[in-house]
């Protein structure tokens, strides 16, 4: 079964100190993994697409990384305005038709940057 | 430009009534999602249009009928809801480039049924 795993839950960050979160994943085949930024009430505001084992993308103090078994959003000294649950998404291969890809959502890892 | 907009953005409804979200995109996409979210959870596909067509339905209850009137546009039409269907219910689209495609979000419309 196709799954995806974050860690941690919730993560308490002081003003510029660097963490990363954790994105694991199972899939069959992987199609693409995608990083959201979400507020609260708000809808998911897309960060970053990784499609292969290797691929690295950056914006501004965020830094994305895929595995082949994970994937890594680092954050670089962090600022409050940080704060956001972060959610990972996978879309797999066998979902995969044409424009009709699923997602499969982790559950988020709830970011609180303290000034 | 990456933009999906929904209205309403708030709406409380009675059990009794019948209601409609809708979502809107102009960015040539040719894949609308509709999404419900329940408070501290990932969000949940509910429906998939492709080309105007529904192509998927995660077993959604009938009191919820979607809509893509053009492949622009996409409604939920809501009635006889629960209380347990309040949420936030979000719209995404999507266009596959260059064998790769990435879901844009809407702002949601969160609704609370009395």
């Known amino acids: 079964e196709d799954q995806v795993t974050q860690s941690p839950e919730a993560l308490r960050l002081q003003e510029g100190e660097s963490s990363s979160l954790n994105c694991s994943y199972t899939v069959s085949g992987l199609r693409g993994l995608f990083w959201y930024r979400q507020d609260p009430g708000k809808g998911p505001e897309f960060l970053f697409t990784l499609y292969s084992a290797g691929e690295e993308k950056e914006k501004e103090r965020l830094k994305a990384t895929l595995t082949k078994k994970e994937s890594f959003l680092h954050i670089t000294a962090p600022k409050p305005e940080d704060s956001a649950t972060y959610l990972c998404a996978v879309q797999a291969v066998k979902n995969y038709g044409g424009s009709q890809g699923n997602l499969i959502f982790g559950k988020g890892t709830k970011l609180s940057v303290k000034p | 430009d990456t933009e999906v907009t929904q209205t309403p953005k708030h709406l409380v409804m009675g059990m009794t009534n019948k209601k409609s979200l809708k979502c809107e995109q102009h960015m040539g996409h040719r894949a609308m999602y509709w999404y419900k979210q329940k408070a501290k959870k990932p969000p949940e596909l509910m429906f998939v249009y492709s080309y105007e067509k529904l192509s998927i339905n995660e077993s959604v209850p009938s009191r919820f009928s979607p809509e893509c009137p053009n492949s622009s546009l996409l409604n939920l039409h809501l009635h006889a809801l629960q209380p347990e269907d309040s949420a936030l219910y979000l719209c995404?689209?999507?266009?596959?480039?260059?064998?790769?495609?990435?879901?844009?979000f809407g702002p949601g419309t969160r609704l609370l049924v009395l």
């Open positions: 995404a689209s999507s266009k596959q480039t260059r064998g790769q495609e990435t879901q844009y």
